[in-house]
């Protein structure tokens, strides 16, 4: 049983410039909307701790700071970012102790955390899931939109999954358990917070990180911000134990956070409002998991709507990661499974949208009908159409053909299967042989890079002076990669009909745009992705640089300028100004590593 505490109050008095900060104070609308959704944790301020990293445009743009601050930390802002983020959870296990320490400042607020699926529990109803190691501290309100905020690194829940397992209360910091630490590590944070900014800036929705604080001992607290944080698992917790009330406020509340924040144009007392839902996050997440397949970003997508946002978007960073070729075949290995492959993604979220629409036809009817009975729903059907036309121009665009050259090229739906076709088999081809063993997972590698043999042919016919194909040597020249060795394909009758047949439809395409073809060359992206193993890599040198000469600001000034090196040229998203180089030696190695690692996984 969670004993009472008298809380007495550690908050010390803040200027009248960040006064912003004090709306997150725990408090949370989803506490008086749904009060079985959460459980509500005791928290006390920890003063141990350093800002290793502070967004100031996601800041800006909350309103958590004036327009017109520098990107600079001043000890002022840095008091009040560890006032209010440097928090741990009294949890069961604290609590089972006859006396609390005198040192534990309390905040006056509990902080909440809430439940929902996890396919890691045994309980597949979230009787037992939830945040594990994450509190939310509470909503932001700012012209209009309201942003949820949370933090993760704050302690173990009750909900990890180390403590189900385990059948006890854990200590915040114990390893005996897997997923039972309740910590962070720093390592992760910082990944997140550069893929994360990369990813909003290149118009992706996700999760974005405000905040991280170094706690010393390799771990520390970070603090996500969105618009609308929940997930579908918020959602289908409800549905999944068949309680209808409790899910209709959960969907009304998500709904007004909607129409609130502008994404939905339905108004919430309209009573054909589940179905406007239904075709709106249809369409959404059509659109999203077409653009993760054809991006090759990797995000471990499962029935339960757990590791994604309802909106949808990117949330939970621990195993996203974006491929520099299509590697279909990688899966993470989770110890216990193995997860879905990139392909597998847009099966994943097929699953999730059924799932949506019994949810949607439960809080309509009263009756929660199988999943089976919604497979040839007409949404499906749409679902599947929306997803083959979103990743078509996902594909086209990657190739250098602008959104006018598409809407012109839509006219040939027949030409363009036949090209999409070839190009799709010509991407999966892979090292032959069973999985090889990676860090974290099993992989049979991509062998070509498509898109740069794509890209490349507006050139050669410019220099040609003719619509005359190249020959087998240069198109394998151009799609060559570190996995392609030094194997002679010319031989390979099948392969060589392929890339024949591609160039055959890509000429046709180019036909059709004639003089536009120099504009198709305009638009054609170069710069390399930032794959995970480049992340992994760039993230030991950022930590590397502070070790061998730490200085404040260095950790800030590396994350920026990986974050900036990958903005698009027309993206108004991140930081647009110019950023000095504070460290040229380990600025340039982690360069050097985008650069070697930029066609792994």
């Known amino acids: 049983m969670t004993r009472s505490f008298a809380l007495k109050p550690s908050v010390r008095p803040a200027s009248e410039t960040y006064t912003v900060f004090d709306q997150l104070d725990g408090s949370h609308p989803w506490q008086q909307v749904l009060p079985s959704g959460s459980v509500l944790y005791p928290v006390r301020a920890i003063e ?40 741990r959870i009294i949890n069961e296990f604290d609590q089972e102790r006859p006396r609390l320490p005198d040192t534990w400042k309390l905040k006056p607020n509990a902080f909440m955390a809430t439940r929902y699926l996890q396919l890691q529990h045994s309980s597949k109803k979230g009787h037992t899931s939830g945040d594990g190691r994450s509190i939310w501290n509470g909503v932001v309100q700012r012209k209009g939109k309201v942003w949820d905020v949370s ?38 944070l910082y990944a997140s917070a550069v893929q994360s900014e990369i990813f909003h800036a290149q118009g992706i929705s996700t999760e974005r990180c405000l905040c991280i604080i170094d706690q010393g001992n390799g771990c520390g607290i ?15 917790l409800y549905l999944k134990q068949n309680r209808h009330a409790e899910l209709k406020a959960a969907t009304d509340y998500f709904i007004e956070r909607q129409i609130q924040n502008g994404k939905f144009v339905f108004r919430n007392k309209d009573p054909r409002k589940y179905q406007y839902l239904a075709h709106s996050l249809s369409q959404d997440f059509s659109r999203f998991v077409a653009r993760l397949e054809a991006e090759n970003i990797f995000l471990w ?9 309802m909106d949808p ?28 492959n990139l392909i597998e993604q847009k099966y994943k979220a097929y699953q999730v949208m059924k799932t949506m629409l019994q949810m949607t036809d439960f809080l309509e009817t009263g009756e929660r009908k199988s999943l089976s009975h919604f497979s040839r729903h007409p949404i499906m059907k749409k679902f599947i159409t929306n997803f083959g036309v979103a990743r078509l121009e996902q594909y086209l665009q990657q190739v250098g053909f602008s959104k006018a050259d598409i809407r012109i090229l839509q006219e040939h739906p027949r030409l363009l299967h036949q ?44 220099k040609a002076s003719s619509w005359e194909s190249p020959d087998l040597a240069w198109c394998l020249d151009k799609m060559k990669t570190p996995f392609s060795g030094k194997k002679n394909f010319s031989g390979n009758l099948s392969l060589r009909i392929l890339i024949r047949d591609l160039i055959s439809y890509h000429k046709r395409l180019l036909k059709i745009l004639n003089s536009r073809i120099p504009r198709s060359l305009q638009t054609t992206r ?76």
């Open 419 to 462: 090209w999409e076709k070839r190009f799709i088999a010509l991407q999966r081809k892979r090292v032959s042989g069973s999985p090889r063993k990676v860090a974290d997972g099993v992989l049979s590698p991509a062998l070509f890079d498509v898109r740069n043999l794509l890209r490349a042919l507006p050139e050669h016919f410019l």
């Open 526 to 601: 170069t710069k390399p992705v930032l794959t995970g193993n480049a992340l992994i890599h760039a993230i030991a040198e950022i930590n590397a640089s502070n070790r061998r000469a730490p200085k404040a600001g260095r950790i800030q000034n590396l994350i920026e300028l990986l974050t900036l090196h990958f903005k698009p040229e027309n993206s108004a998203a991140g930081n647009s100004r110019p950023l000095e180089v504070k460290d040229p030696q380990a600025w340039q190695e982690i360069l050097n590593l985008i650069e070697l690692h930029r066609y792994s996984i």
């Open 222 to 236: 970070g603090v996500r911000a969105g618009e609308n944080l929940l997930r579908p698992a918020h959602l289908f």
């Open 48 to 87: 141990k701790g350093q800002i290793t990293y502070f967004n100031f445009s996601l800041a800006k743009e909350m309103g958590l700071i004036p327009e017109n601050h520098d990107h600079t930390l001043n000890l002022e802002l840095e008091k009040k970012l560890i006032e209010t983020f440097n928090l």
């Open 301 to 309: 997508m499962e029935w339960d709507g757990d590791n994604i946002l």
């Open 151 to 188: 933090s993760r690194g704050t302690g173990v829940t009750r909900f990890a999954p180390g403590s189900v397992r385990a059948q006890k209360n854990l200590p915040t910091g114990g390893e005996q358990f897997g997923y039972g630490c309740g910590l962070a590590e720093l390592d992760e």
């Open 313 to 340: 978007g990117i949330i939970d960073y621990g195993s996203i990661r974006q491929f520099g070729l299509h590697h279909a075949t990688y899966r993470y290995d989770d110890v216990e499974r193995f997860s879905t």
